[in-house]
């Protein structure tokens, strides 16, 4: 199971889930205090701001950490949860967790998968650069691209709340 929270909300959901591995996608220097409970080698840290298009100062997303983040989770072994976070759970946590899902469930059809996404978390609103390089490194055609654009952007809010994604 896929757990996705904020940065504030990140100790809790860990204890509350039990999860054993973690994902942060956030600005490279912010400080993320892990939790005791995950390994340092069980977290994986990708630092790069929340933009869709290069901005000079900034890091944007790039192919190389959607690869990152793709070998991770394929090597997840998923007997323990994993809690994907960003510092708000609203935008590059939930790409992740849709990227995530399309990479471990292959079958699934993106547009299902966009769907339970929204259903899970009204506020989600996915970075849609790391879901472009995502659909390219799955072959999924701009399926993915277009099944984030169908569900349209989330609701307005500060923070999203905690929310799982069934990988099936």
Do not use: K
């Not at 978390?121 to 169908?150: C, H, K, Q, W, Y």
């Amino acid at each position: 199971m896929l757990y996705v929270c904020s940065l504030s909300r990140l100790a809790e959901t860990v204890e509350r889930t039990g999860a054993r591995h973690l994902v942060t996608l956030i600005n490279a220097g912010t400080p993320v205090p892990r939790p005791a409970v995950i390994a340092e080698q069980d977290h994986l840290f990708l630092g790069f701001n929340d933009i869709v298009e290069p901005i000079e100062g900034m890091t944007p997303p790039a192919e190389a950490h959607v690869s990152e983040l793709l070998d991770y989770v394929r090597a997840w072994e998923r007997q323990a949860p994993l809690v994907i976070h960003c510092f708000a759970g609203i935008s590059r946590s939930t790409a992740a967790a849709y990227i995530t899902a399309c990479a471990l469930s292959p079958e699934r059809h993106e547009a299902d998968i966009a769907a339970a996404l929204r259903e899970a978390s009204p506020s989600a609103t996915p970075n849609a650069r790391l879901v472009m390089f995502a659909d390219r490194l799955l072959g999924r055609e701009g399926r993915m691209v277009d099944a984030i654009r169908a569900i349209g952007r989330g609701r307005d809010a500060f923070e999203g709340e905690p929310f799982e994604l069934a990988l099936d």
